[in-house]
């Protein structure tokens, strides 16, 4: 199956620009999502189809993709965003396009 | 707002069947064209998809669990359910239940702690 490459942490002053990226051969067929997780709780998506917000998703969140790379930005980065991000898609390696995800970015914000 | 539970027990031993259900509210499993995936995470890891189901009961499964998984649909209860069979301690995991909207996965059940372990 295919994968999806995020480094693995990153850290970020409160208020600045941070951009977290997540690379995979999947990506240039589909798009990216990106999910937020905090200790304990369950994913929430933050971004789909590589640079929706949901309803409820504060604007600093926005995302961007390029051949094979997708990207995450928060611009001015608040406490309440230190969590770990998850990219997914879909997985076109197989028979039936399945769904994968990467192995996740843990954000610090300083 | 769509709302996802999972609920089965916590601790399964070595060799058996670990069986999950999920229960929707909020939603007909029945509308529109979503899928209803199970996901699973182990610590510290990344989301790990295992399969999904459609409101019509057509199945899709991870080829790495494809011998060992099993996902059912009862839509008379707005619920779907994962059996996976011949556990390990590697299958120690929380386990998530989902909406799949095909192109993303937009609501996603609390999820539970599932532990292998005689």
């Known amino acids: 199956s295919s994968e999806l490459t995020q480094d693995p942490a990153v850290s970020v002053a409160l208020g600045q620009t941070v951009r977290i990226t997540c690379q995979g051969d999947s990506l240039k067929s589909y798009y990216a999502n990106w999910y937020q997780q905090k200790p304990g709780q369950a994913p929430i998506l933050v971004i789909y189809?590589?640079?929706n917000r949901p309803s409820g998703i504060p604007d600093r969140f926005s995302g961007s993709s390029s051949g094979n790379t997708a990207s995450l930005t928060i611009t001015g980065a608040q406490a309440q965003d230190d969590a770990d991000y998850y990219c997914?898609?879909?997985?076109?390696?197989?028979?039936?396009?399945?769904?994968?995800f990467g192995g996740g970015t843990k954000l610090t914000v300083l | 707002q769509v709302q996802l539970q999972e609920s089965g027990p916590g601790l399964v031993k070595p060799s058996q069947t670990l069986s999950l259900t999920c229960t929707v509210s909020g939603g007909s499993i029945n509308s529109g064209t979503y899928y209803w995936s199970w996901i699973r995470q182990h610590p510290g890891k990344g989301p790990e998809w295992m399969g999904y189901i459609s409101h019509s009961g057509s199945t899709y499964y991870n080829p790495s669990l494809k011998s060992r998984i099993t996902i059912s649909v009862d839509t008379s209860k707005n619920q779907f359910s994962l059996k996976l069979s011949s556990v390990t301690a590697a299958d120690t995991a929380i386990y998530y239940c989902a909406r799949d909207d095909f192109y993303y996965i937009d609501y996603w059940g609390q999820g539970t702690l599932v532990t292998v372990s005689s």
């Open positions: 189809n590589s640079n």
């Open positions: 997914n898609s879909r997985d076109i390696s197989g028979s039936h396009p399945d769904w994968v």
